[in-house]
């Protein structure tokens, strides 16, 4: 059977992991049995998670994932989209996990360190947890410089990220999904973004923008009608 290493479900969704969450959202909807497990990045293979465990194999990130299932099992969550649908669809892939996803690292590791530190390593000892989430911060806070968005100030970062919001609402608008009646992988995508900010506890600028949009929130609750049947 297929196992997905994952965090563990927390702030009331199945993972507070965005790419976690799409990996489920794929192996889902894929209809193939898997079962999770919870794991630690730092024994993953490039010490991140997701990991798709097939056999002895262990795939790490969920663009690999989904490949390895389209090629290994058959599932293609594209399948019926042209080459035009799936370049828009990459288009906007790259907007939610190269743009967003850093200001969602900010409002994250950066501004609200003490819930992301309970979320994500909870299960370590406190000693060693103090240790861990410093060493993991202080990367974060290279990776958001590198990237260039973490030498913005907080406004802007949230100017940023409401406009990506309000980009994906205007592109949704009344669905159900992103390309008509069937979900595809960048809807699997979306909902690991989305359910991240629109369903999550957690209170917060960004938050507060995407729970502002309709389309974004009923977007939500439709994917997880459809996949996980409510």
């Known amino acids: 059977m297929l ?107 950066i501004a609200r360190p003490e819930i992301t530190r309970e979320v994500f390593l909870g299960r370590l000892p406190e000693a060693v947890r103090e240790a861990a989430f410093a060493q993991i911060q202080a990367k974060m806070a290279r990776d958001l410089e590198g990237q260039g968005l973490g030498r913005h100030a907080e406004e802007d970062l949230l100017a940023f990220g409401r406009a990506d919001l309000e980009a994906l609402a205007l592109r949704l608008g009344e669905g159900p999904f992103f390309f008509g009646e069937t979900p595809h992988s960048i809807d699997t995508t979306l909902f690991g973004f989305l359910e991240n900010l629109v369903t999550i506890a957690l209170d917060g600028p960004l938050e507060a923008a995407a729970r502002a949009h309709p389309e974004l929130v009923a977007f939500c609750a439709r994917f997880r009608e459809r996949v996980y049947g409510g």
């Open 3 to 109: 196992v997905l290493e994952t965090f563990p479900p927390a702030l009331g969704i199945l993972s507070p992991s965005q790419f976690c969450l799409k990996a489920d959202a794929l192996l889902t909807l894929s209809g193939l049995p898997f079962a999770r497990e919870t794991a630690l990045p730092q024994k993953a293979p490039l010490g991140k998670l997701p990991v798709l465990r097939d056999g002895a194999e262990r795939l790490a990130d969920s663009v690999r994932i989904e490949r390895h299932l389209r090629l290994a099992h058959g599932f293609d969550a594209d399948a019926g989209l042209d080459a035009r649908a799936r370049g828009e669809a990459q288009a906007y892939r790259c907007m939610l996990e190269e743009h967003l996803y850093f200001i969602m690292h900010h409002t994250r590791w």
